[in-house]
DNA sequence: CTGCATCCAAAAAGATACTG
DNA sequence: CAGTATCTTTTTGGATGCAG
């Protein structure tokens, strides 16, 4: 979400689920709510920072849903919304591709 | 390309894919062979750096097929390896998941 | 025409300490 | 537990000039 007009679907997209994260966070929100702690655990690389920053990002896309229960201590359960899901659905075939081509891809050199 | 090693398919993909051109640069040249003046019309907002850079790089993941013709004035032609249709196909449903949800996403405040 | 090299600015990401 | 605030590092993007 950093583009204000898109040239085409695929560039929205991209945009909407870019960067290192988000893809990510969605699909361990694909089967159940999690709390923030819980995303934490499961996307083990990711600082306290990143993730609550692409939470707000992905709320204000309207992806994610955020339910606060005022308890103590403090429970915040983050699910997705239907137009999360249906994004998670279309990322469904490129997760595939990953799958099939991912170790080709790991043993291009970098440097 | 940044990562060395993924957590899934999905991870590995968004990687490959992600950043703000190589989408659109896979989908500029899903159906024929591009010379690089011709992708630089095609993006109009690309500057040369990133474009040579991104190829590059989509080369070097074998996505990307580059043939040069050893003329004057010089000609290169860009295409897609099998790989990189394949990945075009699997772009193919977040493509259209863009196409619907555009508008709403282009109406998001963004500051 | 196709590209490389350099320098610079801006944005994204990361580490760490602190709070209700 | 679920964040905030601040600072530093890394990555990305862009402008310009030069070259085969």
Redesign the interface.
């Known amino acids: 979400?950093?583009k204000?007009?898109?040239?085409?679907?695929?560039?929205?997209?991209?945009?909407?689920?870019?960067?290192?994260w988000k893809?990510?966070i969605l699909?361990a929100l694909h089967d159940e709510p999690r709390r923030f702690g819980e995303l934490r655990r499961m996307?083990s690389d990711i600082s306290e920072k990143m993730l609550i920053q692409q939470l707000r990002e992905m709320e204000?896309?309207?992806l994610v849903h955020r339910e606060v229960y005022h308890q103590v201590p403090p429970k915040v359960e983050y699910s997705l919304t239907e137009?999360g899901q249906?994004?998670n659905?279309?990322?469904?075939?490129?997760?595939?591709?990953?799958?099939?081509?991912?170790e080709?891809?790991?043993a291009?050199p970098?440097d």
Chains 1, 2 share one sequence.
């Open positions: 979400m950093k204000r007009t898109y040239s085409c679907g695929l560039d929205a997209a991209v945009d909407v689920v870019g960067g290192k893809a990510l699909w996307l204000t896309c309207g137009l249906s994004l659905t279309a990322l469904l075939p490129l997760g595939e591709w990953g799958d099939k081509h991912m080709t891809i790991e291009i970098r």
